[in-house]
């Protein structure tokens, strides 16, 4: 007698799933999701804008407070941004970076940054700034580290509230302009670049 194979299907869960997953999670400050193995469902059809906006089935979600509960379940693994709870994975769709920081303030020695959802950080070893550059038009993009693998690009208005504050230094051998914190230095441009 044949025995009757049965597949099971894996459904992709919804957004209203993954945020109730979420919430059960959560037992204050951020999740351990870097030690979570859930089994991957797929891709969700949500994606972050390069400015921060999250959307869902292509509409924004309007919910600060669900924006913020998402991001605190996001992990980078590879390549790949996923919303990951202890019984799911799903993939999700980053146009650039993640997050966005809007301010920053000094704080003794130190730029204290804040993202779009709520997070802050400190440059410096834990929270490097770096500034890549579009090879065709040179146009500069920086951002900062939040957390594991999960960076924020710098809005425009901090950027340039960045540069008033450059200053220029030796950095490997090449004098360079950028900004310091937390003793560190950040490079953003060549120096020579400037004249």
């Given amino acids: 007698?044949?025995?009757?194979?049965?597949?099971?299907?894996?459904?992709?869960?919804?957004?209203?799933s993954i945020a109730s997953s979420a919430r059960a999670?959560?037992?204050?400050?951020?999740?351990?999701?870097?030690?979570?193995n859930p089994p991957d469902c797929g891709d969700i059809d949500m994606r972050i804008a390069r400015d921060g906006t999250w959307f869902y089935m292509g509409t924004p979600i309007g919910r600060a407070e669900l924006v913020k509960l998402f991001s605190t379940i996001l992990r980078k693994d590879g390549d790949d941004y996923v919303l990951v709870t202890p019984v799911e994975k799903v993939g999700i769709t980053v146009d650039d970076a993640p997050f966005v920081a809007v301010d920053f303030n000094r704080r003794g020695d130190g730029l204290e940054f804040e993202t779009n959802v709520g997070e802050k950080m400190v440059a410096g070893p834990d929270h490097p700034i770096r500034v890549v550059r579009d090879p065709e038009t040179g146009e500069p993009s920086p951002y900062v580290l939040v957390r594991a693998n999960l960076e924020a690009l710098i809005d425009r208005?901090?950027?340039?509230?960045?540069?008033d504050i450059g200053e220029r230094a030796d950095y490997d051998g090449v004098v360079w302009f950028g900004v310091r914190s937390l003793g560190m230095f950040f490079p953003i441009i060549p120096a020579a670049e400037l004249e």
């Avoid at 208005?157 to 540069?163: A, D, E, M, P």
């Fill in 157 to 163: 208005k901090s950027f340039y509230r960045l540069v």
């Fill in 25 to 36: 999670a959560q037992k204050g400050g951020l999740p351990p999701v870097h030690l979570w």
């Fill in 1 to 16: 007698m044949a025995k009757r194979m049965t597949t099971q299907k894996i459904v992709t869960p919804s957004a209203e």
